[in-house]
């Protein structure tokens, strides 16, 4: 372990809850940048409502270490901030990203005392009944769930409800001053975008302007279903050397049907829209707004320019 996060941890020791004081600095000796191996040991695999699951699927687990390793890898040491954790993931539909989210938010609030979030998603459904859902699932199902107190739109420290907490939000965009104004100078601050494409590019600015502080991360997933947009630009686009970026097929992942996949391939087509976004991960050649497909257009931007001569 760094020295950084020796302090870290020391600091944690000193602001540890009672409910279950072992628990927890074990958590934070052990976890604080091993999401992975919390993941693992936080919740009752194979037990219960579990009974059928051994862990995480490769992906989720392969995300899991690059995080950790991002962590280490800045060192925060509880007062000099550090670069902000930028993590984007597009995909196909079913791998598991809102549990994904909930994992995250879990290793977060039960390794940073004082840690402050918000977490969206695309529509209020989408986050009230996928992931918000998910997380309070998984917070009741964690070795640390009593700690925490979760309502319908937050969740919070039994003990420190006004500064170490989650909170749901919706993501229109009148609602972005809501995005703002979250301060953790000595813990974490952190941003979580679920079915991130068709969140307002609003919303995505002002969440970026609070990654000045403390150690800041800010995680975006989703169907890629626009060619346009903030999310596009981050996991394909012009801003995409500025994050962690990754595109997950539907076809490798262990929880998806792969009869119906198969189904939509043979309906559809492989280079299809519908198979491009469901499936693989991928933006459209299209969107919904584009008179010429994308893909026309980067054949035409590759071709010999000929001239005629007069």
Known sequence: MSSALQR?????EQDSPGDDLQAELA??????ADPAGFVQWAFPWGKG???????????QREFLEQLGREVKARGFDGARPVDAIRMATASGHGIGKSTLVAWIVVWIMSTRPHCQGTVTANTFTQ????TWAAIQKWTALSITGSWFTTTGSLLYHREHKETWF????????ENSEAFAGQHAVTSTLFYLFDEASAIPDKIFEVAEGGLTDGEPMIFAFGNPTRSTGKFYRITFGSE????IRRSIDSRNCALPNKRQIAEWIQDYGEDSDFVRVRVRGLPPNADELQYIDRARVDEARHREVWTLAV
């Open 49 to 59: 409502t579990l009974a059928n699951f051994t862990g995480p699927d490769d992906w």
């Open 27 to 32: 958590a934070a000796r052990k976890y604080y």
């Open 240 to 243: 995409r050397e500025r994050w």
């Open 166 to 173: 989650c909170a749901a939000q919706s993501c229109r965009e």
């Open 127 to 130: 986050l009230q009944t996928k």
């Open 8 to 12: 870290r941890v020391a600091l944690l």
